[in-house]
């Protein structure tokens, strides 16, 4: 069992480049989110779904895009990067009821624009 | 709307030393809390949760929380640190659609 699954690792873009950050889970959970982390601001929510079909703006949306055409997968989008979107991003994906809100977390992306 | 916070930033002690963090939160509804952990390069994982019942919850490494309603808070306790809990613990409040993070208490054990 997979879990949750990152793609890339590690990225370097220069400013004004795009690029997508995969995300993918096998265990059939609805909710699936994206965070940043930041040194010394915890983990602040980008992006979330709710199911296929469905996505929402986190705390943080502006430069990204998301979609959700599957349940499984749940790419991250980057439009035109930015020095400020230098960050790591971990993907997250939970079951809905009240069992299931335990979050599952990806091994995360580092990215760094220059 | 939820909100989580941590009022320790940064916490440095000697192996062998006891382990508080706090973890305070606001939310309307219905509360299930987790503390995480993420060990340095690694992802975050579970250490415990609370969803209902005994307000103490006991987790993984010896880590327990205590859930106390009537101070919002969800206290993160450790008897006897090691070297090997240095890492960032981070509250976490599932409420809604979204899960909301406090902004993660880094600690530090020297050996």
């Known amino acids: 069992n997979a879990g949750v699954t990152q793609t890339p690792k590690f990225q370097v873009l220069k400013t004004g480049q795009s690029m997508t950050l995969q995300c993918a889970q096998d265990m059939n959970h609805e909710y699936m989110s994206w965070y940043r982390q930041d040194p010394g601001m915890g983990l602040r929510l980008i992006h979330y779904?709710?199911?296929?079909?469905?996505?929402d703006q986190g705390e943080v949306p502006n430069g990204y895009n998301v979609s959700r055409s599957t349940t499984e997968d749940f790419p991250l989008r980057l439009l035109s990067a930015a020095p400020s979107q230098t960050s790591v991003y971990f993907c997250?994906?939970?079951?809905?009821?009240?069992?299931?809100?335990?979050?599952?977390f990806g091994q995360g992306t580092r990215l760094t624009v220059v | 709307a939820q909100s989580v916070s941590q009022h320790n930033h940064h916490v440095i002690l000697s192996e062998a030393a006891s382990l508080e963090l706090g973890c305070n939160y606001s939310y309307g509804g219905t509360v299930n809390l987790f503390w995480y952990v993420q060990y340095p390069g690694q992802h975050l994982q579970l250490l415990l949760k609370y969803f209902s019942g005994d307000p103490l919850v006991k987790g993984i490494k010896g880590f327990e929380a205590e859930f106390i309603k009537s101070k919002f808070s969800f206290n993160l306790r450790k008897p006897s640190v090691q070297w090997s809990d240095t890492a960032e613990y981070f509250c976490?409040?599932?409420?809604?659609?979204?899960?909301?993070f406090g902004g993660g208490t880094r600690v530090l054990v020297k050996p």
């Open positions: 976490a409040l599932p409420a809604g659609n979204k899960l909301t």
């Open positions: 779904s709710v199911g296929a079909g469905i996505t």
């Open positions: 997250a994906s939970r079951g809905r009821g009240l069992r299931n809100t335990e979050a599952f």
